[in-house]
């Protein structure tokens, strides 16, 4: 379904019953991401999963920011009537976007999943070549992400199908959508305090040979954090929910078997 947002429409599909879990998506990707998940949740679980703006089938937010992906968010949950405390998962840039809803909201974060993510800011060399990148994005299109992104995106044993389906998609980004995503990355603060300031479990998975956010920034979010579990996707890259969906689930349903009962 699609809310309405200050007048911008984002897209948000939501699946199953039981205990909330919201699922946000990395850079230049969408909600798509975590299809091969929901069978296996959807029983248990009221699954909420945005296209965040700008991406797959949300319209972009001019200027748009960490805080304004996140103020989105819980303005979609609002929207569809989902007022408790959930479990949040933040793939990539979606683990930044759930650091800023942890800021925001910390009383409504009753779990974190962070997937093949990092707490540190970019470098400024990073934030430069990303800041350039949205103004070439501009003018050339999200192509230019896509096949940048792409050679670092899976891990050596993921099929030419799987790339195919992912350049495509990446590719599809509006170029609006990408190039503010690109330059709100740029912006972002530290959130190592944030984490070792969460008093809720986190759980932190890596994969074992993500080239984007390798598994040296998964410990040292593990190690950062009060009280946290780090599970390595064998196998996979940056995109461990798609390319082992059955490892990623049973770690998540570890994690989640372990929680104490919502109050
Ligand atoms: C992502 O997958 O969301 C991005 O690659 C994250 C980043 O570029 O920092």
């Not at 650091?99 to 400024?124: G, I, S």
């Not at 932190?204 to 080239?211: M, N, S, Y």
């Not at 040292?220 to 929910?241: F, K, N, V, Y």
């Amino acid at each position: 379904m699609h809310v309405t947002i200050d007048g911008r429409s984002l897209y948000v599909e939501t699946h199953g019953d039981g205990e909330p879990i919201l699922f946000v998506h990395g850079f230049p990707l969408s909600g798509e991401m975590w299809a091969p998940l929901v069978p296996g949740l959807r029983d248990r679980h009221r699954l909420i999963v945005p296209d965040l703006a700008g991406h797959g089938r949300s319209d972009p937010a001019p200027g748009v920011t960490m805080a304004r992906f996140a103020d989105d968010l819980l303005a979609a949950l609002a929207a569809l009537g989902e007022d408790r405390p959930f479990t949040l998962v933040g793939m990539s840039m979606g683990g930044y976007v759930a650091f800023e809803l942890c800021r925001r909201r910390p009383d409504r974060v009753r779990a974190l999943v962070l997937a093949n993510t990092r707490a540190q800011p970019d470098a400024p060399e990073v934030a430069r070549d990303r800041r350039e990148t949205a103004g070439r994005v501009r003018r050339e299109g999200a192509e230019l992400v896509a096949d940048g992104m792409l050679p670092k995106l899976f891990g050596p044993d993921a099929g030419d199908d799987l790339r195919e389906r992912w350049r495509a998609i990446m590719a599809a980004t509006p170029a609006e959508g990408a190039a503010g995503a690109l330059l709100a990355m740029a912006d972002r603060p530290d959130s190592f305090p944030t984490l070792a300031a969460l008093t809720c479990p986190v759980l932190v998975v890596a994969g074992e040979h993500d080239a984007i956010t390798p598994p040296a920034d998964a410990t040292r979010m593990r190690d950062a954090a009060r009280s946290a579990t780090l599970e390595t996707i064998a196998g996979a890259g940056h995109m461990s929910a798609v390319e082992e969906p059955r490892a990623f689930l049973d770690a998540l349903r570890r994690f989640l078997a372990g929680l104490p009962a919502p109050r």
